[in-house]
């Protein structure tokens, strides 16, 4: 859910990104992005959903990097997206946005938003524990930065010791959904949205669920802390993390109270939003030579409160029973200017009974594999191929994609994504099995 009080942060990141595209051209070299927009009504058969039919998206990237060593420079970056569908929906995403520099030849600070990369297996399944997601869509759930202060230090036999904290919180603000006071009820206009239901049978009666939102305040919400520590190793080949952390969960639980009211035949739903912490920690390894690499990662996810929850809760289709997680994958890939193939695998640990566990979210991956196939052809033409294959529920997507540079500054992209879902239709992406999209679009990129 987004809030009234968060949108003014939408409002924040739209103005900070007018302020740089109209100072842009006095450091183009720093400035990367497009302007664009796609259909998915190249078959009738495809790209029916409301929200999922066309879109227009912007992309913009300012990053100066640190040159030099002591006390030269000051490294910036600001990293922004947006998108509007076909219902007039318009989501923001600011991934990046923070300045940083050198105190001493081994000491490092970098201050604002920011996207910590202590994670593998987080980063390339879309879990969204350390980092939060963008989330314009679950094809390419992306990631955004979490707002705060990171001191580095690099010794020189190549140990690294990292530390973040923060007194700030942004949860992920999409897919959002639509809250109606008036009305007393919660939609979506967006296709990867999961509105709860508006209406339940109870007792063989078809009753209407009407909300009651007790929106917090705006100071419950962002002066929240987070606290972690990296310590790691780096040289030529090897790249190792080990990391723990102490922060709130990037998305909001909805506490719900309900109650039925048979003469009135409405079934009442009073959801009072929390803010969670969960602890994360995890490693990672990873052996990079020339344009081959590879990684072993895990993670381990400890919510610190555990809601109550009520049995009247499914009515309403609002799960929110916690879970604690545990997820070791790993990944081999080749890449050059020619082609990129890559092979990752990830398992979940921990033990998850859906039947015991119906209030508690699907995980999103259980067993899966995911084999990653990406060939230029000369300077115009690229196309990729993107498949994620869960062996235990069966799920699958698959994204197929290519690019046509038509010239400097304009592009054609095209491609086709699946998604297939158990029969039973028990698994996170089995509310979303209709997102296919046969798409064709254009971008001038800058």
Known sequence: MVYPMLKNLKKGALGGLVFITCTSYAASDFIQGHLGGLSNQISSQVGNVPGNRYNVDFEFDYHRELYGTYRRGVERRFTVAALVNDQGLTMY????????????????????RQILPWSQVDHTWGFGKVNNRRNFDYFTPGQEGLIGLLYERKSSNGMRYRSFVSGLYVPELNPALDINEDDQTITTRNPWGDAPASSAEVEGRQMPVKYDVDYPEASEVIYRYTVGANIGFENKHWVLDNFIM??????????????????????????????????????????????????????AIRPNEY???????????????????DYVGGGISRS???????????????????????????????QAINLFVSRNFGRH????????????????????????VVSKELQMNFGVNMIGTPKD????????????????GLRYVF
Do not use: C
Request: net charge negative.
């Open 381 to 404: 033409l690229s196309l990729s191929s993107d498949v994620k294959f869960d062996m235990l529920t069966t799920d699958r997507l698959v994204m197929v994609r290519g690019n046509y």
């Open 246 to 299: 102490r922060k709130p969960e990037n998305t909001v639980t909805p506490n719900v109270d309900v109650n039925v009211s048979f003469t009135e035949g409405v079934v009442n739903a009073a959801i009072d939003p929390k803010f969670y912490y969960h602890d994360v920690y995890g490693t990672s390894l990873k052996y990079r030579n020339k344009d081959l690499e590879m990684y072993i990662s895990g993670i």
């Open 307 to 325: 809601p109550d929850v009520d049995e009247q809760v499914r009515y309403t289709e609002i799960k929110s029973k916690k879970q604690r997680e």
């Open 93 to 112: 995403s600011l991934q990046e946005a923070f300045i940083g520099g050198n105190l001493t030849s081994k000491d490092h600070l970098r201050l604002g």
């Open 425 to 440: 239709g028990k698994s996170f992406w089995s509310p979303y099995s209709n997102n296919d999209a046969i798409y064709g």
């Open 336 to 366: 050059n200017d020619l082609y990129t193939v890559a092979f990752n695998y990830v398992a979940r640990l921990s033990p998850f009974d859906r039947e015991k566990d119906d209030l508690a979210l699907d995980p999103r991956w259980n």
